[in-house]
């Protein structure tokens, strides 16, 4: 089980934002996009709850929780610092403890969580919106739907879908992500959906050549 992150920073933090903001600009110029519709979301799993002020002192405006209890406790603490989206595995049981607080859910991938939307929507922010989890290469025990069934999700959703997320086949090239992150480009403009939440720490760079709106960064702003 991976540990907390210690002796974080504000600014450390503040250099590596600010050069996470630099590659991006850099991969948007070299792709003929626009850096400024890609957000830079901090994944906050392994970050201790006492240093989320940190993060927000560092520049940090968007944060992303992996998990729903730790979601709701933080954003009681600590509300006001940042924007919250959800990140994690959706589990249907959690839908009404994270509704409250997230502007953003990025792994919608069950028919329970489209019925668990439906039936706690009137705890959801005004704003709120949702990111339907695409399993593009089937990978077997892996979240997110099969290509095949986003537009029945389309179809049912509850609540206004915003865009596509995705997580790729582990590789230790980012190049090899490419494929996938076209393939979830190419899903989501063929339905008008305009945001892509896809790349992390290891391969946002590619995931922004190909389109992304939303990269998720852990260690690239913490190291």
Not at 1 to 8: F, G, P, T
Not at 132 to 159: C, F, M, Q, T
Request: aromatic share 4%; net charge negative; glycine share 6%.
């Amino acid at each position: 089980m991976a540990q907390l992150i210690s002796d974080l920073r504000e600014e450390q933090i503040s250099q590596n934002l600010a050069r996470v903001r630099e590659q991006i600009s850099d991969a948007t110029r070299k792709a003929g996009t626009d850096s400024g519709t890609v957000e830079i979301l901090a994944a906050t799993k392994y970050v201790p709850d006492e240093d989320l002020p940190t993060l927000a002192a560092a520049g940090i405006r968007l944060v992303g929780e992996n998990r729903a209890q730790d979601l709701a406790a933080r954003a009681a603490r600590h509300g006001g610092l940042f924007e919250w989206d959800f990140i994690g595995a959706l589990q249907s049981r959690r839908v009404r403890t994270i509704l409250p607080h997230v502007r953003l859910i990025h792994s919608v991938a069950s028919t329970s969580a489209l019925r668990e939307l439906d039936r706690h929507r009137a705890l959801a922010r005004p704003e709120l919106a949702i990111l339907i989890e695409v399993n593009l290469a089937r990978e077997p025990g892996k979240s997110g739907i099969p290509p095949e069934e986003l537009d029945s999700y389309l179809e049912r959703a509850p609540v206004p879908v915003a865009g596509l997320m995705c997580m790729p086949p582990l590789a230790s090239d980012p190049e090899d992500s490419r494929r996938w992150f076209a393939a979830l480009r190419e899903l989501a403009a063929a339905r008008d959906l305009p945001r892509l939440s896809m790349g992390t720490s290891q391969d946002f760079l590619v995931a922004v050549q190909e389109g992304a709106t939303i990269v998720r960064i852990g260690t690239s702003l913490y190291s």
